[in-house]
T-cell receptor, first 110, second 121 residues
């Protein structure tokens, strides 16, 4: 079992739909990252969370430390949101090494 | 905001040649840089952790003589794939962690480069 599990693996939705991507992890962490990787490969760090909730534009990220679970939400989704979304955790013990989920491939259809 | 530049963004080389990839933090000093490798439709795999002025720490299974990492300054780390072979073809990504100058400066913020796609013929 991977230390970081994401669901769904693939998600296709219509423009405008509310999107939720989930991330569960099995180790104690000091922080969790949500990353966005576009088809060209470049990675953008969307959020770094250690508790609660963060919002940036149409993106919202939440984390529940007790349940070891985080969600990434996209409101009013747009085709330009199509990308792979990756959850990565920073374990308490790991010399600052991120452990990555396998990613969720999101496709938004116009 | 913090920006990491990675160069080249793509490179094609012949088998047996060496390729150098640069990772630069443009507007901040990075205490630590990380090098990752990503195969198609797979997650990122950490190859090594690079600290300025010291030897890189390689992950298990990564050949240090094959993937040479140099972190000569707080803004530059390089990955050299030596004697490249077709199986080294992959997407290589770096990330940089900002040097903390105060307790509230967000030292744990990681910034990723855009990646370098290596194709070895």
């Amino acid at each position: 079992k991977n230390e970081v599990e994401q669901s769904p693996q693939n998600l296709t939705a219509q423009e405008g739909e509310f999107i939720t991507i989930n991330c569960s992890y099995s180790v104690g962490i000091s922080a969790l990252h949500w990353l966005q990787q576009h088809p060209g490969g470049g990675i953008v760090s969307l959020f770094m969370l250690s508790s609660g909730k963060k919002k940036h534009g149409r993106l919202i990220a939440t984390i529940n430390i007790q349940e070891k679970h985080s969600s990434l939400h996209i409101t009013a989704s747009h085709p330009r949101d199509s990308a792979v979304y990756i959850c990565a955790v920073l374990p308490f013990f790991g010399n600052e090494k991120l452990t990555f989920g396998t990613g969720t491939r999101l496709t938004i259809i116009p | 905001g913090a920006v990491v530049s990675q160069h080249p963004s793509w490179v094609i080389c012949k088998s047996g040649t060496s390729v150098k990839i640069e990772c630069r933090s443009l507007d901040f000093q990075a205490t630590t840089m990380f090098w990752y490798r990503q195969f198609p439709k797979q997650s990122l795999m950490l190859m090594a952790t690079s600290n300025e002025g010291s030897k890189a720490t390689y992950e298990q299974g990564v050949e240090k003589d094959k993937f040479l990492i140099n972190h000569a300054s707080l803004t530059l780390s390089t990955l050299t794939v030596t004697s490249a072979h077709p199986e080294d073809s992959s997407f290589y990504i770096c990330s940089a962690r900002k040097l903390a100058t105060s307790a509230s400066s967000g030292a744990n913020v990681l910034t990723f480069g855009a990646g370098s796609r290596l194709t070895v013929l």
